[in-house]
């Protein structure tokens, strides 16, 4: 179906900013419903401070609350957020220009706002959704991985393409693109990359899936191969020089990223690489936008978030890994890497 990645003629950007505007107006409605708009119009108030007095889950509000700054409806400066202006006119319930009546009107249409509602007032159990579960569990059924498939490759290809022209995988020879999905970050390393082989590292029923609909097909088919493994419960297979994680670490919790922070490192040689392809927050977590807005979809299916470099370098640290390094390699993209000493 491949063929060789050729660049896109316009970047993505705008397509992301389209499909994760989704979540703009839900964060908005949410945060007035729980009368946060209020509260800060009232006074500055620490993330502490908010999930105190409203109870709230605290990985949705640090959600919920990077969104509002990305929607520049809240400021954060160390650490205590404040109203904009904006919200100060527009959003405070005794505001003469206040919009509540106005959007009121669209919370009972919005699955997404009522979903959000729930999580936020669902106190501190380690939420999740969707396909996280079969994942914890090492499980897919085949149907549901060619979905998957389609839907990460349709998201992933561009940036794909900017990953392996970005000079980033230069030097490596044997990458395991781990939770690789369609392959399309380990197809794309290759086309760019003629002395570099790779191996998609999933689970069966998505190993299946990457080599029938995309690895046949790509034109590197006898240097792009498949590994089923579940990551979390069986070894993993040695002999790479580089281990590659896209969109992997913002599906997991902290823990969970250092327990395969620490696997990556046990199964690399002295001087091999790590490289997590992530979206990044900004290190004051309040955007960018779109990525607050990525974090916001993570949130509502998953049990991680889009993680700041500072916290991603931490988790890599803490498992051995030295000089940690974060390079941009498409418009809303970022390879954080590192090197087991
Ligand atoms: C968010 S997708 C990322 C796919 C691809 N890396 C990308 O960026 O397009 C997460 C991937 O992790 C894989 N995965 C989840 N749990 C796994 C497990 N227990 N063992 C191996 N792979 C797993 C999923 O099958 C899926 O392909």
Request: hydrophobic share 45%; with cysteine; aromatic share 10%.
């Amino acid at each position: 179906m491949s063929g060789y990645y050729e660049a896109p003629s316009v970047d993505d950007r705008a397509i992301w900013d389209l499909w994760l505007s989704m979540h703009h107006l839900p964060a908005a409605t949410a945060a007035e419903e729980l009368g946060i708009f209020d509260a800060l119009c009232e006074t500055p108030l620490s993330f502490d401070d908010l999930a105190a007095k409203f109870s709230l889950n605290r990985r949705a509000l640090s959600a919920l609350m990077a969104m509002l700054c990305a929607l520049k409806l809240t400021t954060r400066r160390e650490g205590v957020y404040r109203p904009t202006a904006v919200t100060r006119d527009y959003l405070k319930s005794d505001s003469e220009y206040f919009w509540g009546p106005l959007l009121s009107s669209y919370k009972n249409e919005s699955s997404v706002h009522k979903q959000l509602m729930e999580l936020l007032k669902q106190g501190d159990t380690d939420m999740s959704g969707r396909h996280v579960e079969g994942w914890a569990a090492g499980k897919i059924e085949a149907e549901t991985a060619k979905f998957i498939a389609r839907f990460m490759h349709a998201h992933s290809l561009p940036a794909a393409v900017a990953a392996a022209r970005s000079g980033v995988y230069d030097g490596v020879k044997k990458f395991l693109d781990v939770g690789g999905g369609s392959g399309v970050f380990a197809i794309a390393a290759a086309q760019r990359h003629p002395d570099l082989a790779a191996t998609v590292m999933d689970l069966d029923t998505m190993c299946a899936a990457a080599q029938e609909i995309f690895i046949e097909g790509s034109g590197v088919e006898t240097r792009v191969d498949t590994a089923a493994v579940d990551m979390f419960r069986e070894d993993w297979p040695q002999g790479y020089d580089a281990l590659f994680f896209s969109n992997i670490f913002h599906d997991w919790n902290e823990d969970t990223n250092a327990v395969l922070a620490k696997k990556s490192f046990d199964a690399l040689p002295s001087g091999g690489r790590i490289f997590l392809h992530e979206m990044l927050m900004n290190d004051n977590e309040d955007g960018p936008l779109t990525t607050a807005s990525f974090s916001m979809l993570m949130l509502r299916g998953t049990k991680g978030k889009q993680y700041t470099l500072r916290e991603l370098g931490g988790i890599l640290e803490g498992a051995g890994f030295a000089g940690v390094a974060a390079t941009q390699t498409s418009p809303y993209y970022s390879v954080v890497s590192a090197r087991k000493p």
